[in-house]
T-cell receptor
Framework: KAGVTQTPRYLIKTRGQQVTLSCSPISGHRSVSWYQQTPGQGLQFLFEYFSETQRNKGNFPGRFSGRQFSNSRSEMNVSTLELGDSALYLC??????????????FGEGSRLTVL | AQSVTQLGSHVSVSEGALVLLRCNYSSSVPPYLFWYVQYPNQGLQLLLKYTSAATLVKGINGFEAEFKKSETSFHLTKPSAHMSDAAEYFCAVRRNNDMRFGAGTRLTVKP
């Protein structure tokens, strides 16, 4: 079974640009969560999508948005990039069927550098 | 609201020594508990999980953790550290759709 796939793995942008990151969950997983990881703030929850609907949202500005498609693939977008958006963005999927214990399966992340 | 506290942002041990990484949680009901490991520039990998079936949980790479309800703890241990154990470790707690991570503990293993 293929794991969670994130693309691109590395990217460099300049301030003011926007970026779109993609995540393909494990087959059969309908929940996709996004996290931002920085040395200073640790792992911070961005949002969770389930069946194309945003189910939970962390405390991030509106520049951070996401969506989920009917095949459960998800994208997140950051507009008007700031230097502080430089981070490792992690996507995680989980199964949601009965009896599932809810562990998250993570991708390898997309490392964004904003110059 | 539930939360997770990892005591010690950095832990250093010698190769062959006991590894003990501490995690305390706060939750109104017994939650699901997890330990994840992260190697540089990679995502998080599940080490083990507690789901109320057994209080002593064995995971991958020789790690285990014990759920102690009276102490609200879920500490991670390994009897003998290996150089390859050097990484960052995260404790996490889930209740319903809410998953919370600790701040992480960076483990260094000295030769």
């Amino acid at each position: 079974k293929a794991g969670v796939t994130q693309t691109p793995r590395y990217l460099i942008k300049t301030r003011g640009q926007q970026v779109t990151l993609s995540c393909s969950p494990i087959s059969g997983h309908r929940s996709v969560s996004w996290y931002q990881q920085t040395p200073g703030q640790g792992l911070q929850f961005l949002f969770e999508y389930f069946s194309e609907t945003q189910r939970n949202k962390g405390n991030f500005p509106g520049r951070f948005s996401g969506r989920q498609f009917s095949n459960s693939r998800s994208e997140m977008n950051v507009s008007t990039l700031e230097l502080g958006d430089s981070a490792l963005y992690l996507c995680a999927s989980r199964g949601t069927s009965g009896g599932n214990t809810g562990e998250l399966f993570f991708g390898e992340g997309s490392r964004l550098t904003v110059l | 609201a539930q939360s997770v506290t990892q005591l010690g942002s950095h832990v250093s041990v010698s190769e062959g020594a006991l590894v003990l990484l501490r995690c305390n949680y706060s939750s109104s009901v017994p939650p699901y508990l997890f330990w994840y490991v992260q190697y540089p520039n990679q995502g998080l990998q599940l080490l083990l999980k507690y789901t109320s079936a057994a209080t002593l949980v064995k995971g991958i790479n020789g790690f285990e953790a014990e759920f102690k309800k009276s102490e609200t703890s879920f500490h991670l241990t390994k009897p003998s550290a290996h150089m390859s154990d050097a990484a960052e470790y995260f404790c996490a707690v889930r209740r319903n759709n809410d998953m919370r991570f600790g701040a992480g503990t960076r483990l260094t293993v000295k030769p």
